[in-house]
């Protein structure tokens, strides 16, 4: 089986970020492969050890992007692609398009897995235009995945406890989210080994993709922390009774 | 005026609370409200409706047959249902279902999309979010042939405006191409209070230290008509279910009330509840840095705080 992950790379979820310019920001933060993507790399990793194949990592993003297609790498996958843009934040129609024509040209995928958004723009709908390019079944925010005989199966957490189990044909994409696997953190000849895996080079314009662009960003604001805390004190009783009519009289979030 | 179509979500023959935020955000300044609903009937769903603004409700069904397993189909149908009553404009919660059949929606029809939305301006076309976790926000401008937006459970008070409701239903001629079907839904913790639209939360961490005393946040909660969370260290301890996780890898919570117990107060769990309008957190450490990020803090062990708490709200 030929398999893809989509990988994105983004600010670490620990970085501070500055907004510069109205709608970009500070970039020279630590990147990082995105959080809900390690569990997509770990399923593909699993399903190819199984039914035998590759796994193949796609990136869209800056050249500086192969730190991450390389992360990736190491956590599972054979080879990679970076597709090189000059633009931390794709629109969604557009990055779909791309990876749609990318994969195709590389010769079409078995299954597609990727996160289930990115932790920077948390768009949550890659997947779902990237299925429909491609004409494949798609289902997201999955903590459970099983294939067997060209069918596969998935779990997701819908709320409140409940999971739906959906059956869906194969190839079809599979958004994963925390739950699906535990993360395995590459050791140390994992990395090595990544940096001599195969990463074919293109440059996203070369991909003459036409994309409406129907997600654009116009504006990105800091959001100041709450400061200024009411600390109640006194013993245990006079805090959680002050507690209590605060909330009810000042907040008013108590009846 | 434009007139907005809201897609409701429905538990049995009521409307969840939590579409109320949404009807009220769709209203704007003054729109006609159409709501569409995909299970049951039009009729059922007047009462509730029809406070919030909704003149007319439409119970949405496909000429393919039951499309209750089929989330293509219920997309497919719910943009033929577009078409007919010449909307353009859908909100809806941005709930699991929400998020997914909207998201269906603007793949199959190339159209703009915003999800898990905390604003939304219909006549400019823009909706708001979060970005990086919600350490910032953005603002986005939807094109495309629909103006699609799932809004985050809570983020928009509800304000009434009531009015004269009608109901009809629409049978979409739409297909389904088979490859999709949901093949049953588990309840692992049936009972619970879905978590994103709760009114308040309270959320036990790190020192909660077992499943069993998780009971004393239960208590809690259950005095104000909430439910539990859990930090993704408590989670991972194996204290809580992975549904009770908030957080930029669990849920994304937004109510009223946020009490934090045993929490340091980390940028991923904030990445989850930042948007609660008020935040309170109980820690044993003064310099912990929740106490820097939240509206009202108390330093004390919360195995003394929590159980004390619950006692004076049910005073
Ligand atoms: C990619 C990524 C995603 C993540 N996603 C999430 C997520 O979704 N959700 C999430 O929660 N975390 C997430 N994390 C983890 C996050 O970074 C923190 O590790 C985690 O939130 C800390 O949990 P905590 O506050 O329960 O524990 P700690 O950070 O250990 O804090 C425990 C606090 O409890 C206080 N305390 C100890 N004993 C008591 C007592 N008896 N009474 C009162 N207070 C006491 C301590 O002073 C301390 O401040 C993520 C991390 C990464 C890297």
């Known amino acids: 089986m030929r398999v893809y992950v989509c990988v994105k790379h983004v600010p670490d979820t620990a970085a501070n970020i500055k907004v510069v310019g109205g709608s970009g920001f500070d970039e020279s933060v630590k990147f990082i492969v995105n959080p809900y993507d390690e569990y997509a790399i770990g399923e593909a990793s699993q399903l190819v050890k199984k039914e035998g194949g590759e796994v193949v990592i796609v990136t869209l993003g800056k050249a500086s992007a192969m730190t991450t297609v390389r992360a990736a790498l190491a956590i599972g996958g054979d080879r990679g692609i970076l597709i090189k843009t000059d633009k931390q934040f794709v629109e969604s129609d557009e990055t779909a398009l791309i990876l749609k024509k990318a994969i195709e040209d590389d010769g079409g995928a078995d299954m597609i897995f990727a996160g289930k958004q990115a932790a920077d723009s948390e768009g949550m709908q890659t997947c779902y235009r990237l299925a429909a390019n491609l004409g494949m079944p798609v289902a997201t925010e999955v903590v459970g995945f099983s294939y067997a005989g060209g069918k596969v199966v998935v779990e997701r957490e819908i709320g409140g406890g409940e999971r739906e189990v959906i059956e869906m044909t194969a190839p079809c994409v599979v958004g994963a989210t925390k739950g699906l696997n535990e993360v395995r953190y590459p050791k140390l000849p994992d990395i090595m080994k990544a940096k001599k895996k195969p990463v074919n080079e293109i440059d996203a314009g070369s991909l003459k993709v036409d994309a409406a662009g129907l997600v654009e960003l116009v504006a990105l604001e800091q959001v100041p922390e709450r400061s200024n805390a009411k600390m109640l004190e006194g013993s245990v009783t006079e805090a959680v009774d002050t507690l209590v009519k605060l909330l009810r009289d000042e907040a008013k979030v108590l009846e | ?315």
């Open chain 2, 1 to 315: 005026m434009a007139r907005i179509g809201v897609l409701i979500e429905t538990n049995e023959n009521s409307v969840k609370p939590a579409n109320f935020g949404v009807l009220t955000a769709a209203r704007g300044a003054g729109n006609e409200i159409c709501a569409f609903v995909l299970e049951g009937d039009a009729t059922a769903f007047q009462d509730d409706l029809k406070t919030y603004g909704v003149s007319k409700v439409i119970a949405v069904g496909s000429n393919d047959g039951d499309f209750s397993k089929k989330p293509d189909l219920q997309a497919a149908s719910l943009v033929a249902a577009m078409k007919n009553f010449e909307i353009t404009a859908l909100l809806a919660l941005s709930s699991s279902r929400g998020k997914d059949l909207l998201a269906r929606m603007a793949a199959a029809t190339n159209s703009g999309l915003g999800l898990d939305c905390i604003g939304v301006d219909l006549e400019a076309g823009t909706c708001v979010k979060t970005y990086f976790a919600g350490k910032t926000e953005a603002t986005l401008k939807l094109s495309g042939d629909l103006f699609l937006c799932a809004i985050r459970p809570n983020a928009i008070e509800e304000t009434e405006a009531p009015c004269d409701i009608a109901a009809e239903a629409f049978t979409a001629d739409a297909a389904d191409d088979g490859k999709l079907v949901i093949k049953e839904v588990k309840t692992s913790d049936s009972g619970k209070v879905d978590l994103s639209e709760a009114n308040v939360i309270v959320t036990g961490g790190r020192p909660i230290g077992s499943k069993d005393n998780f009971s004393i946040l239960e208590e809690c909660a259950n005095a104000m008509g909430g439910a539990v969370g859990a930090s993704r260290v408590a989670v991972d301890s194996g204290f809580a279910s992975h549904a009770m996780q908030v957080g930029q890898t669990g849920k994304i919570v937004s109510p009223k009330l946020y009490i934090g117990c045993g929490l340091s107060g980390s940028v991923q769990h904030f990445a989850g509840m930042k948007t609660s309008k008020v935040i309170v957190a109980i820690n044993n450490d003064k310099d912990a840095p929740i106490f820097t990020k939240c509206d009202y803090g108390i330093v004390g062990d919360l195995f003394e705080v929590v159980p004390a708490l619950t006692a004076a709200l049910k005073k």
